[in-house]
């Protein structure tokens, strides 16, 4: 049993109706009792669906445990399929009708219908959502282009003398995070390359689109949390290579071109000399150098995570001071990752525990998911949301992709925009008496963030969150973070009016790193020398 | 002025002689009146029980609310939370995984150490309540069990009580029904000499309790509690001469558990809009004996108020057409009061479940003949609601933008649970909610519809 108070992932049926709703022509029959329609709402609400997700629920109640479970189930298969047409269906059981173990495999398939009937087993007691579209796509593709597979041991044919190279992009599902935009943007990148793109799957294809997999000469892995399964089958049976580099960041899209090119056979180079994105001129750009060494926090998805936290060091030239994922699958890769910036992982899905991580590491940005960014919000921390979990403004109306040389200039404004502009600090460090600049008082890009908090314990004053990272936790959540700092030295009155003339958004900083110092150097009374002593030795 | 006819069973519940009516619809439940009453089978698209904690973990400011079940019951909850985490929110699931199901780990062992961690992190709470879930009941749970040894060990700091808010026994709104009802047995028992007292059962908003807290102490009633109380500790007490009113529609369970206790229902139709809300407040008036003079002098004018306030949207919404898919339990009386206060038609009102005798005045004040649907099958449902057209459609977030996509106007229902709507002051407000997509789409520009959805 284990205490959850927010969740990252759905359960692994949500994962399935992630890949049934992206598809086209396919249906999912879901057994499972009437609150598990609420799924729905995740695709019309949150994604702004106009169409209700492909998915009939049997709804059992209490009353029909006792009696027949199985042909309600085999009813809702029929009707289903009377009513939609679907190409292919998926069947299966979310976790209580997996308790009453009806099978729905064999149940529907006992019905005969003229279509495939796909059986799905998505263990809920100890799976979540990724691993469940994983699997269901895996499943998906095997049933539906297994019978084009080619003899085991044949070569593949070659590609006729003049064709373009063709690819699949796998991974792509509804509800995914920035999925739409990342798909166009890698195919009219590929286009220009001079690549065809064959099929999108999970996202857009239809079932006879699964079956012509086949077809292509490599498959892109865009989002291995749920492409990976089926890609290496697909490696397996039809001799697909696949490229796994994840193109975010101007450097990983050109890694990402180079290994296309070569898999393809084509050359990169005219291409790469030609396409190119704002990141790097607006980096360099001396605006930008107050970004220098910033702390920053990141966590997501593994995918998203590994390859933000790498832009944010080389393309930003921020700091990170964390990293970490809730996807265990992919554990060791967020390892390595982390092992390159010099910080250890994060490797949880508890959501307290990743709260209590970024308190402690002060960092300066979180880059996280909706729910870091309620962390970051109740800390007082700019932020922005590079990974899934996602809400409504995941889904921005413009074009945001995160992926290709677009998508480095969307991540460019995307992780800058929360900050303060470089002279705004600048002007905030200097005039700091000005009697506009109030403590307290919201810096214009976190204002209003704050003032909706309903809560009443929650502290909503700017000026204390920023001073105290750990205390504004205590005082919100009533949670015991540990305070890091065994012993703390008293501060002169003189050294508090000191701390009080450097502005509320470092201050917080200036404190920790003072009584840090006073600690480290058994100072027990903290004056105004020891203020500067401090700033003296940690200096950036 | 007052574009509302006056209502014509005002006058019966009018305190003077609306004796007779309280008898009668207490002893049973009577003919459903004209309306014609159907269920349906089939395909729901309702949320189960769990997502009462929502709001009820905002009302009773010291409980907390331990959901024992799997992961899908955790990410309901924060779905239909909206992920809007505020602090730290009072209620978290248990999730069930492999270990338990297994028999490796002993579920009351693992129930026991969960609730001392909670315990330990949030010493402030008063009370917890073991919520069941589908998979909890499935593999038969004892939580009631396990409320009692934790009860024994806890107190007198924190009360443990259990409720179900499974799907598989539950939709949506009858989660408070149950969290409700097991509170009752632990109110404090009131004897026979004990003074009559009024008790107001059903969460609402703190501000619309404190209106009818007013309403009641100006019409001289001495003894008026709220079920449940913002703290655990101000719970009412209860005994033969405690009166109850319903302010929710959907409290079954509640009120069966508040009659084992003695007390007696009050029938009235819920306070929903002006006419609703005067006579559920006649109902009370009747029962203690307030002079009808009296009535009249404190209601009037917060009445007329909401009759104002009510007839600002009579025009927009007067003549159209409006079709209810099941959800909260409140479509039956929101039907009563947008037809007879807003003269809307209603094409069908589908409900989950419909409570005939609790629902009695509201099913005898609805036009006749109208079509009432008990239950659901979505896919049947959404045909007859294509098929007729109507102007607006009131249903759950699921359907809501398929809807809209097609050129329906649509309403979400747990907007309407969200939101305080009940009572004098709010009764515009609730008008306002259904003339707000109207509001919308004459202000959107023609073009809008015209060009294609994603
Ligand atoms: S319907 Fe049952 S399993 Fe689903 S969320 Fe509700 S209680 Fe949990
Ligand atoms: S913001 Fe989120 S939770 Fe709030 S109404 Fe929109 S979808 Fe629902």
Redesign the pocket.
């Known amino acids: 049993m284990q205490l959850t108070v927010w969740t990252y992932e759905g359960p692994p049926h949500v994962g399935a109706m992630r890949i049934a709703t992206g598809m086209k022509g396919m249906h999912y029959v879901l057994h499972?009792?009437?609150?598990?329609t609420?799924a729905d709402l995740l695709f019309t609400m949150i994604e702004r669906r106009d169409q209700r997700p492909p998915v009939t629920y049997t709804t059992f109640q209490a009353r029909d445990l006792g009696g027949d479970t199985a042909e309600l189930f085999q009813s809702a298969v029929r009707d289903a399929y009377e009513r939609f047409r679907p190409q292919a269906m998926i069947v299966g059981a979310?976790?209580?009708a997996e308790l009453i173990q009806d099978d729905p495999g064999g149940l529907s398939s006992a019905l005969n219908l003229p279509i495939p009937v796909i059986p799905l087993e998505l263990p809920s007691y100890q799976k979540k959502e990724n691993w469940g579209a994983a699997e269901t796509f895996y499943r998906i593709v095997r049933v539906l282009a297994g019978p084009s597979a080619p003899a085991p041991g044949a070569s593949r044919p070659e590609r006729a003398a003049g064709a373009r190279p063709s690819c699949n992009l796998l991974g792509p599902t509804a509800l995914g995070f920035r999925h739409r935009d990342d798909v166009t943007e890698i195919t009219r990148l590929l286009d220009r390359l001079g690549v065809t793109v064959n099929v999108v799957a999970p996202m857009g294809a239809s079932p006879a689109d699964i079956a012509r997999l086949g077809e292509a000469d490599f498959n892109i892995v865009l989002y291995p949390e749920i492409a990976l399964p089926a890609a290496n089958w697909l490696q397996k049976t039809f001799g697909q290579p696949l490229v796994k580099t994840t193109p975010i960041g101007v450097g990983a899209t050109r890694a990402f071109v180079t290994e296309v090119a070569r898999i393809a056979g084509i050359d990169a180079a005219p291409f790469l000399a030609e396409e190119s994105s704002r990141l790097p001129w607006y980096s360099r750009s001396v605006d930008s150098t107050y970004l220098t060494n910033k702390r920053v926090f990141v966590f997501g998805d593994a995918t998203h995570a590994i390859a933000i936290a790498d832009l944010a060091a080389n393309e930003l030239g921020l700091k990170v001071v964390g990293l970490g994922t809730y996807s265990r699958e992919f554990a060791r890769e967020v390892r390595e990752a982390a092992a390159r910036h010099g910080v250890e992982a994060l490797i949880s899905d508890d959501y307290l525990e990743v709260e209590a991580k970024i308190a402690e590491q002060h960092p300066e940005l979180v880059l996280g998911t909706q729910m870091e960014r309620h962390i970051a919000k109740r800390l007082g921390v700019p932020c922005a949301v590079i990974s899934a979990p996602v809400h409504v403004q995941d889904f921005p109306a413009r074009y945001s992709p995160q992926m290709g040389f677009e998508g480095a200039n969307v991540l460019f404004d995307t992780l800058v925009h929360p900050l303060m502009m470089g002279l705004e600090e600048h002007l905030l460090h200097m005039f700091k008496g000005d009697f506009e600049f109030k403590d307290g008082i919201a810096p214009s890009h976190l204002r209003g963030e704050g003032s909706r908090q309903p809560e009443p314990q929650a502290e909503t004053q700017v000026e204390r969150q920023a001073e105290s990272a750990e205390a504004a936790i205590v005082v919100a959540n009533d949670h015991p973070a540990k305070l890091s700092a065994a012993t703390v030295a008293t501060w002169t009155q003189d050294a508090e009016k000191e701390l009080r003339k450097i502005p509320f958004f470092v201050r917080g900083k200036a404190r920790r790193n003072t009584e840090l110092f006073a600690n480290e150097n058994h100072v027990a009374v903290i004056t105004v020398e020891t203020l500067y002593d401090a700033k003296a030795h940690f200096g950036r | 002025m007052n574009a509302v006819p006056p209502p014509a069973t005002l006058k019966s519940a009018m305190p003077a002689d609306s004796q007779l009516d309280v008898l009668s619809c207490t002893t049973a439940a009577p003919a459903a009146g004209p309306a014609i009453i159907q269920s349906e089978r089939g395909q729901r698209a309702v949320?189960?029980?769990?997502?009462g904690i929502v709001w009820l973990h905002r009302k009773i400011q010291d409980a907390f609310f331990l959901?024992v079940?799997?992961r899908?019951?955790a990410?309901?909850?924060q779905s239909a939370a909206g992920v809007m985490i505020f602090a730290e929110p009072r209620f978290a699931t248990a999730i069930i995984d492999e270990r338990d199901l297994a028999g490796i780990a002993d579920i009351n062992d693992e129930l026991d150490r969960v609730v001392n961690r909670l315990i330990e992190r949030r010493p402030d709470l008063k009370l917890l309540f073991l919520v069941?879930?589908?998979?909890s009941e499935v593999i038969k749970i004892d939580l009631s069990r396990a409320a009692l040894r934790l009860s024994r060990d806890l107190m007198p700091n924190v009360r443990v009580l259990a409720y179900s808010?499974?799907?598989?026994e539950t939709t949506f709104t009858q989660g408070e029904d149950a969290c409700l009802a097991s509170l009752v047995p632990g109110l404090a028992a009131e004897t026979a000499a004990a003074p009559k007292s009024l008790m107001v059962v059903g969460a609402l908003a703190d501000a619309v309790e404190d209106q009818f807290r007013r309403l009641f102490a100006d019409m001289g009633i001495a003894h008026v509690s709220f079920l449940p109380a913002r703290h655990a500790a101000d719970m009412p007490s209860i005994g033969p001469n405690t009166r109850y009113l319903l302010a929710q529609p959907f409290l079954t369970d509640t009120a069966r558990a508040l009659e084992e206790r003695g007390a007696v229902r009050l029938c009235a139709p819920f306070p929903l809009g002006a006419e609703g809300t005067t006579e559920w407040l006649a109902a009370a008036a009747a029962e203690f004996g307030v002079a009808p003079d009296r009535f009249e002098a404190v209601t009037d004018a917060p009445r007329q108020r909401a009759e104002r306030s009510v007839a600002r949207y009579h025009e927009r919404l007067s003549t159209k057409r409006i079709f209810f898919f099941p959800d909260s339990q409140l479509e039956v009386p929101m039907a009563r009061f947008l037809s007879r206060e807003l003269g809307m038609q209603l094409v069908e009102v589908g409900t989950p479940y419909l409570h005939r005798q609790h629902l009695a005045g509201e099913l005898a004040m609805l036009p006749s003949s109208t079509l009432i649907v008990e239950g659901q099958d979505v896919d049947q449902q959404l045909d007859r609601c294509r098929a007729a057209k109507p102007d607006l459609v009131v249903c759950g977030l699921g359907l809501a933008n398929p809807l809209e996509a097609e050129g329906i106007a649509t309403k979400w229902s747990i907007e309407l649970v969200f939101t305080p709507v009940q009572g004098y002051e709010q009764a515009g407000d609730l008008a306002e909610l259904f003339a707000r997509p109207f509001v919308r789409k004459q202000l959107l520009s023609p073009m809008l519809e015209d060009a294609s959805c994603s």
């Open positions: 499972a009792p009437q609150g598990d609420y979310s976790c209580t | 949320f189960c029980g769990l997502t959901v079940g799997s899908t019951c990410h309901l909850i069941g879930s589908c998979p808010g499974s799907g598989i």
